[in-house]
T-cell receptor
Framework: AQSVTQPDIHITVSEGASLELRCNYS??????LFWYVQSPGQGLQLLLKYFSGDTLVQGIKGFEAEFKRSQSSFNLRKPSVHWSDAAEYFCAVVTMDSNYQLIWGAGTKLIIKP | EPEVTQTPSHQVTQMGQEVILRCVPI?????FYWYRQILGQKVEFLVSFYNNEISEKSEIFDDQFSVERPDGSNFTLKIRSTKLEDSAMYFC?????????????FGPGTRLTVL
């Protein structure tokens, strides 16, 4: 069965530092890949997505993610975090087998140190 | 920019009561979804809906759950007899349906608390 792993439950970074959030998926073919962000008490906002083509995708709020087929990964990055980036980040995939249901990782909570 | 809306934002109910969670998807979208997120756990798929019928449902979506699109705009999730373990955040999502590569847009969620 398809699965998504986000190995880090919490990550703490200093404001202005760079960020990388890890995401690995398990699926035989290339899935469609997404990163969503959930701010406290808020809904799920799409940051970026990958379907095909250029493996480095740009999203909103200065985020980018790189798809690496050989590592089954889709890590999210930001060169310099802001206090407003404190939130929970979810990686999700859609596969042909899942009938377009989103399959979610457990999320990574980002904490920003002043 | 069009968005998915959900009401109420927070619902508190007694165990055994029926609740209806409401969603208004984006107007030209054709596929609708409910997901839930129990506190501290991952988001889980409940059900997808297309062309006025359920297209897929998860094991969680048992006989206590039902969905309906009663008019051209609302999409509802009903829980017939709530249990303590139904306490969660419920998210509605919709997508246009132009192809497999379009995106699901989420509402802000309804926090359901069952006492």
């Amino acid at each position: 069965a398809q699965s998504v792993t986000q190995p880090d439950i919490h990550i703490t970074v200093s404001e202005g530092a760079s960020l990388e959030l890890r995401c690995n998926y398990s699926y035989g073919a290339t899935p469609y890949l997404f990163w969503y962000v959930q701010s406290p008490g808020q809904g799920l906002q799409l940051l970026l997505k990958y379907f095909s083509g250029d493996t480095l995708v740009q999203g909103i709020k200065g985020f980018e993610a790189e798809f690496k087929r050989s590592q089954s990964s889709f890590n999210l990055r930001k060169p310099s975090v802001h206090w407003s980036d404190a939130a929970e980040y979810f990686c999700a995939v859609v596969t042909m087998d899942s009938n377009y249901q989103l399959i979610w990782g457990a999320g990574t909570k980002l904490i920003i140190k002043p | 920019e069009p968005e998915v809306t959900q009401t109420p934002s927070h619902q508190v109910t007694q165990m055994g009561q029926e609740v209806i969670l409401r969603c208004v998807p984006i107007s030209n979208h054709l596929y609708f979804y409910w997901y839930r997120q129990i506190l501290g756990q991952k988001v889980e798929f409940l059900v997808s809906f297309y062309n006025n019928e359920i297209s897929e449902k998860s094991e969680i979506f048992d006989d206590q759950f039902s969905v309906e699109r009663p008019d051209g705009s609302n999409f509802t999730l009903k829980i017939r007899s709530t249990k303590l373990e139904d306490s969660a955040m419920y998210f509605c999502a919709s997508r246009r349906g132009t192809g497999n590569t379009d995106t699901q847009y989420f509402g802000p969620g309804t926090r359901l608390t069952v006492l």
